[in-house]
């Protein structure tokens, strides 16, 4: 080693001019889903990435061409494990919008309610993956365990806490459960105390914001030409959503703002999804006030509908439709439909192709998470190697519903 | 709701538009393959359309058709809040020339719905920077969301362990579950179309 020249001014240093390929992933630490950015370096800043995806593929839109509509439902489950019952949801609404029923008002509270307790599970997620990554590991675990309360609700509903299949065409699989207003009732508040302690464990830390802040920047019409929707357009100061810009369920009768950034950084990504969560709990508020405590859950439609057990078992004619829904599948009226909701990343949509049968001719997902990570590239190339860790976290890329 | 929508691309090509319909509410019109980039241009640019973001793009395979593919794409207009759907019948019924006009000019999201699409089906998107597999990797033979790739079709990379008395590997074919009562799309091998009546 040659002695070092303190005389040397620190300009007269050459440093290596060759860029160096660094391969993060398909499986690292950093990065909460398996992707792989193969970057090139020049110093610590980002000169090219290619960002791989697919990792995670399982050929779900070839599965779901095998069987009958109802069994596309624990795919779609699999797609955004983080908020399975919004995927249900929207999938149980395109079928819906095919068959040109509508389910009833006690339903549609039901599914608001269900859907926005796992909405907040998934900014959860997200939040918390994010502030780990970037070594604050405690609050990880308060919105782990916040995120617990909300999935013992789900446990309560579904019997299941993360894969529920618990949509159906026409309704859901079972009607609310005789303590379930007392149990969201008591749960949301607990879960809004554990954000508000996440909120002043995070924002006071001048480490985590100096990563967040101005990092990852990208403008309105970047996004909108990405196809980004969700929080991560709303970021950018685009106050796109779904629930308000084409209502569906009744999230036209609640009262809820739509959050929205002004920088779209990292930071701007993550306070929204904080933002997010304080309204669900307010459509959960007010969708608890108004859910029924009777009335059917289901609609009144034996093409969809599977029959009551009892009658099944005691007569001829129930015994026949049930056989005929389960066995041939419920038929979708020939022709196609896009049906969209507001799923936890964005814009989840449903494209479905029917030829008539049982079967379907062709489920076509269209992912969030795809188009936003697409912009993963734009938004780290010329940034410091570190700054990907806050950039993909803030993407929220959820690798099942990504590769599907 | 967008109907205007299909008048103005009427009006402003009307050889290129071949059908419209607006079935359970969304409004779809068919164009012609040459005029496929263009209509989109105009629908982006237009200030009576403005349709600033291309939110899916997809294909469907119909073996039996000529133009075999129908590649989909979904438009939305975020300040004026509606929506179009744009089809074109393109390919031979072989499968092996399936060329369309690419869009990653007018949307950053076409580039990876792009690539997704020719990955999954094999549409060869023309001018398209970078067309490679994404979701799938480069080694894989074929376009498995066409019919005529057989769902239980395996390739693996690296090559299962030989292990005496193993029965099942996954995928477990068309038996699996339920084999009475499902309709296949599969042109490949038996096809389950029994009815419920031969269940057994």
Request: aromatic share 8%; glycine share 12%.
């Given at each position: 080693m040659e002695p070092l020249?303190?005389?040397?001014?620190?300009?007269?240093?050459e440093l290596p001019v060759e860029p160096m390929l660094v391969n993060v992933g398909?499986?690292?630490?950093?990065?909460?889903?398996t992707v792989r950015c193969v970057m090139e370096l020049s110093g610590e800043s980002i000169e090219h990435v290619d960002v791989q995806v697919?990792?995670?593929?399982?050929?779900f839109e070839k599965m779901c061409e095998r069987g009958t509509w109802s069994q596309v439902f624990p795919y779609v489950d699999r797609c955004n494990y983080v908020s399975p019952m919004l995927n249900n949801v929207g999938f149980a609404m395109a079928c819906e919008k095919m068959l040109g029923i509508e389910v009833p008002v006690r339903c549609q509270y039901y599914r608001m309610i269900l859907g926005e307790l796992a909405r907040m599970s998934d900014h959860l997620t997200c939040a918390g993956a994010m502030a780990m990554e970037l070594g604050a590991f405690t609050p990880f675990l308060w919105m782990v365990k916040a995120r617990d309360l909300i999935w013992d609700i789900m446990e309560e509903e579904t019997?299941?806490?993360?894969?529920?299949?618990?949509?159906?065409?026409?309704?859901?699989?079972?009607?609310?459960?005789?303590g379930f207003k007392e149990h969201v009732r008591a749960v949301v508040p607990q879960v809004l105390s554990i954000l508000s302690e996440c909120e002043r464990l995070l924002l006071g830390n001048r480490i985590f914001l100096d990563r967040l802040e101005g990092v990852g920047l990208i403008s309105a019409e970047d996004a909108i030409s990405l196809g980004w929707t969700g929080p991560c357009l709303r970021a950018a100061g685009?106050?796109?959503?779904v629930r308000k810009a084409?209502?569906?369920?009744?999230y036209g009768e609640v009262e809820f703002d739509v959050p929205v950034g002004t920088n779209s950084d990292c930071l701007d990504r993550f306070l929204i999804r904080f933002d997010e969560m304080k309204q669900s709990a307010r459509i959960i508020e007010q969708s608890v006030e108004r859910l029924?405590?009777?009335?059917?859950?289901?609609?009144?439609?034996?093409?969809?509908i599977l029959p009551e057990k009892h009658e099944v078992y005691s007569t001829i004619e129930a015994t026949i439709q049930h056989f005929k829904i389960v066995m041939e599948g419920l038929k979708l009226p020939a022709g196609e439909v896009y049906s969209y909701t507001e799923g936890g990343n964005g814009e989840l949509g449903f494209y479905l192709v029917s030829d008539?049968?049982?079967?379907?001719y062709r489920v076509r997902i269209r992912p969030p998470c795809f188009l936003v990570t697409a912009g993963l590239e734009r938004i780290i190339t010329?940034?410091?190697?570190?700054d990907v860790v806050p950039c993909f976290g803030s993407l929220n890329m959820i690798g099942g519903e990504c590769d599907r | 709701m967008a109907q205007h929508l299909v008048g103005l691309v009427r009006q402003a090509f009307p050889a290129a538009v071949l059908s419209s319909h607006a079935q359970h509410g969304d409004d779809t019109l068919v164009v012609a393959p040459s005029a496929w980039h263009d209509v989109h241009a105009f629908l982006k640019s237009d200030a009576r359309t403005k349709?600033?973001?291309?939110?899916d793009l997809t294909a469907v395979d119909y073996?039996?058709?000529?133009?075999?593919f129908e590649v989909v794409t979904h438009l939305l207009s975020l300040e004026l809040g509606h929506r179009l759907r744009l089809k074109v019948a393109v390919g031979d019924s072989e499968g092996e020339v399936v060329e369309i006009a690419t869009l990653t000019d007018l949307w950053a999201s076409a580039n990876w719905l792009e690539r997704e699409c020719f990955d999954m089906l094999g549409v060869k998107f023309v001018g398209h920077p970078d067309l490679r597999r994404i979701?799938?990797?480069?080694?894989?033979?074929?376009?498995?969301?066409?019919?005529?790739?057989?769902?239980?079709?395996i390739q693996p990379l690296i090559p299962f362990?030989?292990?005496?008395?193993?029965?099942?590997?996954?995928?477990?074919?068309?038996?699996?579950?339920?084999?009475?009562g499902r309709q296949s799309h599969?042109?490949?091998?038996?096809?389950?179309?029994?009815?419920p009546g031969e269940a057994n």
């Open positions: 020249d303190l005389e040397l001014e620190a300009t007269e240093i398909p499986s690292h630490p950093a990065m909460h889903g697919g990792f995670l593929h399982r050929g019997g299941a806490r993360l894969t529920h299949s618990f949509g159906r065409v026409g309704g859901m699989a079972k009607p609310p459960t005789d685009v106050p796109y959503d084409h209502p569906y369920l009744k029924a405590d009777q009335g059917p859950i289901n609609v009144d439609d034996p093409r969809v008539g049968s049982g079967t379907p010329g940034q410091m190697i570190a | 349709m600033d973001m291309l939110v073996p039996d058709r000529e133009p075999r979701l799938l990797y480069p080694e894989f033979v074929g376009h498995p969301l066409r019919k005529d790739y057989p769902a239980n079709k362990r030989e292990v005496d008395n193993i029965e099942k590997v996954a995928p477990f074919g068309l038996d699996e579950g339920m084999s009475f599969d042109s490949w091998g038996k096809s389950g179309e029994s009815g």
